[in-house]
């Protein structure tokens, strides 16, 4: 099975990108770790290319994946059959917010 093509827009530390990187090296899948804090030019391509500004965002064979949390990622990549399913755990929670978002009652972007 050839490995997906995989560009991650993603913050250096967030519960959300942690789960996307979580699922991609559960499944041994390389990728363009793209920062998009430290980097302005890389939220602007990722903006550019979703049309949105939430992250992550995550672009698999030129499928941009918009506003995904590890575990949609994993969906999508089982769904397509860009790897095949299994029980293995991942390193990191799939699913949770960013800790600054899960302890405010106000809404912050991704």
Do not use: H
């Not at 602007?44 to 500004?53: C, D, F, L, T």
């Not at 992250?55 to 918009?66: F, G, I, R, T």
């Amino acid at each position: 099975m050839d490995k997906p093509k995989i560009i991650a827009y993603l913050k250096p530390q967030c519960g959300w990108s942690n789960g996307v990187r979580a699922i991609l090296k559960k499944y041994d899948l390389p990728y363009e770790d793209r920062d998009i804090i430290n980097d302005p030019s890389q939220r602007q391509q990722m903006i550019e290319r979703s049309g949105q500004m939430l992250s992550p965002c995550v672009e698999v064979n030129d499928k941009m994946l918009a506003d995904i949390s590890g575990e949609e990622l994993e969906s999508y990549l089982v769904e397509q059959k860009l790897v095949s399913p299994t029980s293995e755990a991942a390193e990191a929670p799939t699913n949770s917010p960013c800790p600054d978002e899960a302890s405010s009652g106000d809404i912050n972007f991704r």
